[in-house]
């Protein structure tokens, strides 16, 4: 199951040509960029590993995607993501965040149903990649 | 839904989420920068292109002239400038007709004693290149050791790359850069930096101009120690010290930018000093006439106080010879 999330969740996965020209975008605006990536694609998980800091002080996209590039090489098997923070709020506050690498397979979720007092039931999304510990869910990658 | 922008989640068609958003304002964004945009067919190999107007669009005599009218001397420099910008022309319109010659190396290394104009010259070339088209933004990213050598293992080579992913789409210019190889001690961090900034150099090269500054002879042994940088270095660029003249009309240039004049009387002073200091020790060129300068801007307004009354523009602007006499070069 292709899992969505982010700004361009419902198109294609984007070129690397097109993600330069997002990132060329958002710096434009004056958005540092991050990239982050994670094994543990279950929706409510919103704290993905940082691949180093945010990189303020770009010019030029070619040094995001350098870094997007250099967290393939290291986790080819994992989700990667680019974010662009907006910072004239004054808090974090993601402007632009989408997913630039996902693994080969995705094995998608399952329903579990938990039965609680009084026949209620319970149900809660369960993330096949789960089953496997961390850093071994997605085959070959790290 | 509060008002709050950006938190929250948002409805389809919300202005906060569009789907695609324009080109930054102001510079419009090209990855790449191929003067051939994709789809366009190359020309025949009949077809005549004008040269003149080619060069005109690229608006590069601008830059070029601005290096002839603001910088004084330096004629190999200038003349190393332009002949990389007529390569960098020519390839233009080479590419309109479908060769493809390569991306030409310009990684360069200026070498020259202290005020010699390497940092001016290389503001200029990074202005040049992105007019021709090399390089996507045409900053200029100046660092020193300080910049890219970290303190403690491990921390060299986030903050190596840091600087270089900054200097991306401009110049690079590494001020000083024999201090980044310390023959005395093999475990300096330096030697990290330097590793790094080799194959960014080779790898990345349509993505920034490395450009390494320093003293002659101290650049020369440290290529000596470093044969890999320098053979990736195509243009080593000497700059020459001034001549008295030289400095003289540097000079002028700067008091007329700082609207201040000479009196007549001065001139003859003026060049005294300069062929004084110049014979002494530790003579930074441009920079010890920018000094010299200084300083008589500051005996000309403590003569201005100390005199009192009223005072015109004339006096507000003409330095005398006493502002230089004091000095004590002149001693």
Known sequence: MRIT???????????????TAQAGYALGQGWPCSVEFTDDPHPRNSYWEMWGLPMFDLTDPAGVLYEINECRKAYPGHYIRLNAYDASYGRQTTALQFIVQRPA?????????????????????????????????????? | ?????????????????????????????????????????????????????????????GVLDALDRELVGLAPVKTRIREIAALLLVDRVRARFGIDSGR?????????????????VALRLAELLHRLGYVRRGHLVSVTRDDLVGQYVGHTAPKTKEVLKRAMGGV???????????????????????????????????????VLAGYKDRMDSFFASNPGMSSRIAHHIDFPDYEPDELEAI??????????????????VFRDYLSRRRAQPRFANARSVRNAIERARLRHANRLLARGGDVGREDLTTLHPEDFLASRVFG
């Open chain 1, 5 to 19: 999330q982010g700004t361009f969740s419902y198109l294609p996965d984007l070129t690397d040509e097109e993600i």
């Open chain 1, 105 to 142: 397979e995705e094995p998608g979720f399952r329903l579990d149903r938990e039965e609680t007092s009084d026949r209620r039931v319970r149900y809660t999304l369960h993330p096949y990649a789960l089953d496997r510990p961390e850093g071994d869910r997605y085959g070959a990658g790290r």
């Open chain 2, 1 to 61: 839904m509060s008002e709050r922008p950006g938190f929250g989640m948002r409805q389809n068609g919300s202005p906060a989420a569009a789907p695609t958003p324009p080109p930054a304002a102001g510079e419009p964004f090209t990855p790449g920068a191929e003067p051939l945009p994709p789809g366009a067919e190359p020309l025949p190999p009949g077809a005549r292109v004008d040269l003149a107007r080619e060069r005109a669009d690229s608006q590069v005599d």
């Open chain 2, 104 to 120: 030409p190396n310009l990684h360069m290394c200026f070498t020259g004693g202290p005020g010699t104009g390497k940092t001016s």
């Open chain 2, 172 to 210: 690079l210019f590494i001020d000083e850069a024999y201090y980044l190889y310390r023959a005395e001690n093999e475990r300096d961090y330096g030697q990290e930096a330097i590793e790094i900034l080799l194959q960014v150099m080779e790898n990345q090269r349509d993505d920034l101009v490395v």
């Open chain 2, 251 to 268: 000079g002028h240039l700067m008091m007329d930018r700082e609207g201040y004049g000479l009196a007549p009387e001065t001139e003859p």
